[in-house]
């Protein structure tokens, strides 16, 4: 049996862009959070990186590696 897509908006580290939330708007600027792919590992903090990107280009690929379910 086949596995059901990993979506990025049910991921843990997802974030939408609050702009595009208000106006209604696209997903372009939402944001991933994960600190494995985003994460500064000297303060610990992450600025994130944009979803497309991260899925497209970056470590986690459109398998989605990095995604983890919402709690």
């Not at 049910?10 to 494995?36: A, M, Q, S, V």
């Not at 944009?50 to 280009?57: E, F, G, L, Q, V």
Request: proline share 3%; glycine share 12%.
């Amino acid at each position: 049996m086949t596995e059901p897509i990993r979506l990025c908006k049910d991921c843990k580290w997802y974030r939408k862009d609050w702009l595009e939330h208000l106006i209604g708007t696209g997903d372009t600027f939402d944001l991933c959070f994960n600190p494995i792919a985003c994460g500064n590992f000297v303060t610990g903090g992450s600025k994130g990186q944009y979803c497309y990107t991260m899925r497209k280009y970056h470590e986690c690929g459109m398998e989605g590696k990095l995604w983890e379910a919402k709690k």
